[in-house]
């Protein structure tokens, strides 16, 4: 098994532009979430999912949007980048069983820097 | 709403040294708590874990305690290794099912082990 996987793994954006990044998991959880880490601030969440075709928003969704149209991948775009946005971006999935005890697996992180 | 409160870091030791990063939580109900680590350039690994009160959960000679009338969860090694160097973060998550599992994590705490 891969377990969580993430593309790309580094990426420089200017300010303006869009991009996609794509999460990967071959564990057939159903839970799937992105996490942004900053320095001093542990990981945040933007945007996760319960289930293929459902989205919700996290701690800090605004500039950010998601998709989960396939069960095993959730997608994380940036429209328009800010300065702001630069990151370090985790992506995570979990069962959803209510006997688990609720930890997540997590993904290598993609490095986004916008200029 | 749920919050977690680490130790602050850094925390530079010597090899074989004892390790004590404090971590207090809040939350509604008996959360399961965890720790995770995360060695340089890569993502976040589960640790070890606790689902209840008077829990002790241990993996690679760390261990950590679920205190319920301290609301904490403290994170100690008896003699840590050059290794161990990383960023500890403590995190809780809530037991009911429609939370979806969501992680609230610590502030992370970077350990530095000198040889």
């Known amino acids: 098994n891969a377990g969580v996987t993430q593309t790309p793994k580094f990426r420089v954006l200017k300010t303006g532009q869009s991009m996609t990044l794509l999460c990967a998991q071959d564990?057939?959880?159903?839970?799937m979430y992105w996490y942004r880490q900053d320095p001093g601030m542990g990981l945040r969440l933007i945007h996760y999912?319960?289930?293929?075709?459902?989205?919700a928003k996290g701690e800090v969704p605004d500039g950010y949007n998601v998709s989960r149209l396939k069960k095993q991948n959730f997608l994380l775009g940036l429209e328009s980048a800010a300065p702001s946005q630069t990151s370090v971006y985790f992506c995570?999935?979990?069962?959803?069983?209510?006997?688990?005890?609720?930890?997540?697996?997590f993904g290598p992180g993609t490095r986004l820097t916008v200029t | 709403g749920n919050s977690v409160t680490q130790m602050e870091g850094p925390v530079t030791l010597s090899e074989e040294a004892f390790l004590t990063i404090n971590c207090t939580y809040t939350?509604?109900?008996?959360?399961?708590l965890f720790w995770y680590v995360q060695y340089p350039g890569e993502g976040l690994q589960l640790l070890l874990k606790a689902t209840k009160a008077d829990d002790k959960g241990s993996n690679k000679g760390f261990e950590a305690t679920y205190r319920k009338e301290t609301t904490s969860f403290h994170l100690e090694k008896g003699s840590v290794q050059v290794s161990d160097s990383a960023v500890y973060f403590c995190?809780?998550?809530?037991?009911?099912?429609?939370?979806?599992?969501?992680?609230?994590f610590g502030s992370g705490t970077q350990l530095t082990v000198l040889p």
């Open positions: 564990m057939n959880h159903e839970y």
């Open positions: 999912s319960v289930g293929e075709g459902t989205t």
């Open positions: 939350a509604t109900g008996y959360p399961s």
């Open positions: 995570a999935s979990s069962y959803s069983r209510t006997d688990y005890d609720g930890w997540q697996y």
């Open positions: 995190a809780l998550t809530p037991i009911s099912s429609g939370s979806a599992r969501q992680l609230t």
